[in-house]
């Protein structure tokens, strides 16, 4: 089983155990090894999922102002918790491939391993809420056909992007490509870069 084919079975299993409740609240019963990459796929996918739905009740043009503004700090908190996860992810890649010597005209890839494994769990969503919609018995039929089409072109780009992922992972491990990590470095959660926390 390739890299991605075991990833896409995790995100699924992630996201259909997140929607035996359908509740943002629900408290995430991760199934792998803790420390195995499985572990960090789940919970990369898990956290993927709760912010889909948080994003969903966001924009409710009825919510509670206050009730916005706690689940904005939840958002923030959520995106951080990905970002440090994908980094995670590729400390995994950067470790598993340690011993391989890149040849000497190896290439760099414009983005990190863990930041194409994130949008293709985000990829994984979509399909998912999609397939909902292409489901829905109260829709009119233009929507349905509307959103097959949409389904179709989402599925066709998981098995390019799974594809990709793998080429470079095999590139990778044969010296053809290497991998370079920056952090993300985000400086509005940083009290000593943001002007509006350090000027307080």
């Known amino acids: 089983m390739s890299f991605t084919e075991n990833a896409n079975q995790i995100f699924n299993r992630a996201i259909n155990d997140y929607h035996l409740t359908d509740d943002v609240n629900t408290p ?3 199934p792998y090894v803790k420390d195995s990459i499985e ?3 789940y919970l990369k996918c898990w956290i993927d999922t709760v912010q889909w739905h ?9 919510i509670d102002p206050l009730e916005a503004l706690a689940l904005k700090r939840k958002i923030d908190r959520s995106n951080q918790d990905r970002t440090d996860l994908v980094e995670e992810i590729d400390s995994y890649f950067r470790t598993e491939y340690s011993h391989v010597v890149p040849m000497p005209d190896a290439r760099l890839n414009t983005e990190s391993p ?6 293709l769990s985000i990829l994984a969503l979509k399909i ?12 009119e039929p233009a929507h349905i056909q509307k959103c097959q089409a949409k389904l179709n072109v989402l599925l066709e780009q998981q098995k390019d992007l799974s594809l990709a992922i793998d080429q470079l992972l095999e590139d990778i491990e044969a010296g053809r ?5 920056y952090r993300q470095m985000k400086m509005y959660n940083d009290p ?6 350090y000027k307080k």
Do not use: F, G
């Not at 863990?114 to 949008?119: G, H, I, Q, S, T």
């Not at 998912?128 to 829709?139: I, L, T």
């Not at 000593?192 to 926390?197: A, D, G, S």
């Open 28 to 30: 995430i019963h991760n």
């Open 39 to 41: 572990y960090s796929l």
């Open 54 to 62: 948080y994003e969903d009740i966001i924009r409710d043009p009825h």
């Open 114 to 119: 863990a930041w194409a494994v994130d949008r």
């Open 128 to 139: 998912y809420h999609m397939q909902e919609q292409v489901n829905r018995q109260d829709a």
């Open 177 to 181: 490509k290497y991998m370079k990590v």
């Open 192 to 197: 000593e870069t943001n002007p509006i926390l």
